[in-house]
């Protein structure tokens, strides 16, 4: 099951779990749109180099048993840097 990450790994912004702002490659790290189009090389992911997504969208109705992670992740030194696989 997909973490739903509550934040752009670059800037910080909050990305609630019904965010359509939110891109995520396939280890979830998250981004947002914003960070992936004018920060990202290649709009690629900083951390494995894989290609971002949308996020899904998790229905609210099952939020309450399949909560979104509340643990923020926030590496801004990334955002434009090399892939470090």
């Not at 752009?8 to 396939?26: H, K, Q, T, V």
């Not at 494995?48 to 969208?57: A, D, K, M």
């Not at 992740?73 to 090399?82: D, F, N, T």
Request: glycine letters at 8%; a positive charge; one cysteine or more.
């Amino acid at each position: 099951m997909l973490q739903l990450r509550p934040n752009c790994e670059c800037c910080g912004r909050d990305l609630p779990p019904d965010s359509r702002e939110a891109l995520i490659c396939s280890f979830e790290c998250t981004w947002c749109v914003d960070c992936a189009r004018t920060r990202l090389p290649g709009g690629l992911c900083p951390n494995c180099g894989g290609n971002l997504v949308p996020r899904p969208i998790r229905p609210a109705a099952k939020l309450s048993t399949f909560p979104a992670s509340t643990e923020r992740i926030h590496r801004p030194e990334r955002c434009g840097g090399a892939v470090t696989a």
